[in-house]
């Protein structure tokens, strides 16, 4: 059995629409951060005094490592606060590799200010080097606000652990999702020793005003975004699950259903991250892509049972309560600047091509699909791709493997023989992580542009 949502009328408007491409702003947004990077650098400076020994360069070297770290501290929790700016123009999955980078950074920077402050100290007081430990427990002692640095800095290492690959992939979701928001609690208990101990703050007392604005901004933010928007959107819309269709083994369909869904703002292409109120499910939070073009009345995700929040989905009951965050992404239609397009899908990516499949402004022919799955039993939704196909004239096409299980190929010879043009397409892609790369790499080498492949990656 499969859902039948082709065809609504806003889909259908969707498809007349002019294509106006909208620029993302990294670029600008990545030139701020630099500028902001700069002007810690200055303040630095600024209020550094002549340096005449090794003590005072350690020192030195010391307070310029933890004004980085606090200003980076800031921009992982700006990357995590869910702004519409960053993830719906920049992309959700940029974002999130930002944020993890920023993460190293910030650590490797926390670690660097703690040794060669207390190395400096321990000189001062007239230790060698095996003395830091010691200088280290009498200073968080002493100094004040140290002891609850001391605390949110345990913390970082944990989370840092914890999001290391080899961890990571060891971890269920949930557990790695409830100990990364400890960094909220890490952050709050770095951030007063900054400002009780920070020479620079003292000596020039603007810098501790940008640095109370810095941060309570970022707080705004998050609480906007990450709790008072989340329960504004769920209080307006009362979404519940109403009806749950399987598709192809172990992929089923999830229809939820709620009032003014039209002005949630969704597009084909995003995400939301959904909270399932039923038993066993109400206290994780996964994010999967909208699988249809929304309707005044009807959103659809479209998920395979890969891990154990997937796999109870298809438990769901109708009448069961929705709690969603979103729409996140930027794999939509504004991304696209030319008139042909070719849409990838991988597996479970095909939940956002199919209703770009469906949305996408373009006259017969210049819309095609190649979907890319195990088998023919795992091209889910394939019916209604079919129509969609059929009723927009656009091209649909699928690799499968072979009877003996010999993968199709996808190379660029392979893709420029199947269409000439392609290096005259727009190129959206979706789908796991070795798939989307070895595609991207084949696309690159037919010749497509690279600011012409737009693609989500599912890594979390």
């Known amino acids: 059995m499969t859902t039948t949502l082709a065809g609504g009328r806003a889909a259908r408007r969707q498809t007349t629409r002019r294509i106006r491409p909208r620029r993302s702003p990294a670029v600008l947004l990545l030139l701020a951060v630099w500028a902001g990077a700069a002007a810690v650098l200055w303040l630095w400076w600024h209020t550094t005094p002549a340096v005449a020994d090794d003590t005072g360069r ?140 920070g020479n620079d703050f003292a000596v020039e007392p603007a810098a501790g005003t940008f640095w109370y604005g810095l941060y309570g901004a970022v707080s705004a933010l998050v609480l906007w975004y990450r709790v008072l928007t989340p329960v504004r959107l769920n209080l307006r819309h009362r979404l519940r699950v109403t009806e749950v269709v399987e598709e192809a083994p172990g992929i089923v369909s999830v229809l939820i259903g709620g009032r003014r869904l ?13 909270r399932f109120l039923a038993p066993g499910l109400r206290f994780s939070s996964h994010p999967y892509s909208l699988s249809a073009a929304p309707r005044p009345d009807t959103l659809r995700i479209t998920v395979k049972a890969a891990g154990d929040h997937s796999a109870r989905l298809r438990e769901l009951t109708p009448g069961t309560r929705v709690w969603a965050e979103g729409p996140y992404g930027a794999l939509t239609a504004r991304r696209r600047s030319r008139g ?3 849409l990838v899908a991988g597996g479970v990516g095909i939940t956002p091509m199919r209703a770009l499949f469906e949305t996408l402004p373009g006259a017969a022919g210049d819309l095609t699909l190649l979907y890319r799955a195990g088998s023919t039993r795992d091209l889910a939704l394939w019916d209604e791709l ?48 070795g798939f989307a790369r070895s595609v991207y790499e084949a696309l690159r080498g037919a010749g497509v542009p690279a600011r012409r492949i737009h693609h989500e990656s599912f890594e979390m």
Not at 132 to 147: C, I, K, M, W
Not at 262 to 274: P, V, Y
Request: some cysteine; glycine content about 10%; overall charge positive.
């Open 58 to 197: 350690i020192l030195g070297a010391g307070r310029i490592t933890g004004l980085l770290a606090g200003y980076l501290m800031a921009l992982v929790v700006l990357q995590t606060a869910r702004v519409p700016a960053l993830e719906r123009r920049v992309g959700s999955d940029r974002v999130t590799r930002w944020h993890a980078m920023t993460g190293r950074y910030t650590l490797c920077l926390v670690a660097a200010h703690v040794f060669l402050t207390m190395w400096a100290y321990a000189r001062q007081a007239g230790r060698s080097l095996g003395g830091v430990p010691a200088q280290t427990a009498e200073s968080v002692g002493r100094l004040p606000d140290l002891g609850k640095a001391a605390l949110g800095t345990g913390l970082l290492a944990v989370i840092g652990l914890v999001s290391a690959g080899p961890v990571r992939r060891r971890l269920r979701y949930d557990t790695w999702y409830h100990v990364h928001l400890l960094t909220y609690a890490a952050v709050f208990l770095t951030f007063w020793h900054q400002i009780a101990t």
């Open 262 to 274: 039209h002005r949630m703002g969704a597009e084909a292409g995003q995400f939301f991250r959904w």
């Open 340 to 342: 042909k397009v070719l």
């Open 386 to 433: 079919a129509a969609i196909a059929e009723q927009r004239r656009a091209r649909l096409m699928y690799a499968v493997n072979g009877p003996d299980g010999a993968r199709p190929d996808i190379s660029a010879e392979t893709l420029r023989r199947k269409i000439p043009d392609l290096d005259r397409h727009d190129v959206f892609l979706c789908g796991p992580p």
